[in-house]
Antibody
């Protein structure tokens, strides 16, 4: 069974930095594309970033480009999201997602809440 | 960027009624359109992929159709457990985008 567990969400001040982690199990992590999707409280879903199976290719939404960095460690089965220059509008639940079929969001973690507030 | 427009935003439905949610893309996307269900307090769950492919474990009363720019999610004979927000998503190209969501409430 696919299991994705995000961690690292905290309250951080505007301009601050944070790293989110996602522990993956139940599937061959190194074979699949991984993604981050976020959801502001009470709002809709927003795609943030994608990383290829080997980490060699990444892409970002314009809203986070230059501030967020996605990475992965296939030896430890972990996905990461390094976030810097955080803004209040980055406040959201951040979901780790595995894409087994193209860019489809096949399985989701339970999410971790990042709150950017002074 | 491909914009997905869902309608309606909200629907209040009696059990056993039929629910129809539409998703219109700003440009043709073939069948690269997927549907997700998000129940309160939970993360989203993939329901239908590539417009009409059902997933194991998804009730047969839930189905999808469409291609090009117009897509539909149908729930036949709504059950209480179907109360949720439903999102469409396109995977034709980056940036990946979602519709705004349709909240289905049980009357």
């Amino acid at each position: 069974e696919v299991h994705l567990v995000e961690s690292g969400g905290v309250v951080v001040r505007p301009g601050g930095s944070l790293r989110l982690s996602c522990a993956a199990s139940g599937f061959k992590f190194g074979d699949y594309m991984m993604q981050w999707v976020r959801q502001a409280p009470g709002k809709g879903l927003e795609w943030i970033s994608v990383i290829s199976w080997d980490g060699g290719s990444t892409s970002y939404a314009d809203s986070v480009k230059g501030r967020f960095t996605i990475s992965r460690d296939n030896t430890k089965n972990f996905l990461y999201l390094q976030m810097k220059s955080l803004r209040t509008e980055d406040t959201a639940f951040y979901y780790c997602v595995v894409s087994e079929d193209g860019y489809v969001f096949d399985y989701w973690g339970q999410g971790t809440l990042v709150t950017v507030s002074s | 960027e491909i914009v997905l427009t869902q309608s309606p935003d909200f629907q209040s439905v009696t059990p056993k009624e039929k629910v129809t949610i539409t998703c219109r893309a700003s440009q043709t996307i073939g069948t690269s359109l997927h549907w997700y269900q998000q129940k309160p307090g939970q993360s989203p769950k993939l329901l239908i992929k590539y417009a009409s492919q059902s997933l194991p474990g998804v009730p047969s009363r839930i189905s999808g159709s469409g291609s090009g720019t117009d897509f539909t999610l149908t729930i036949n004979s709504l059950e209480v457990e179907d109360a949720a927000t439903y999102y469409c998503h396109q995977s034709t190209g980056l940036p990946l985008t979602f519709g705004g969501g349709t909240k289905v409430e049980i009357k």
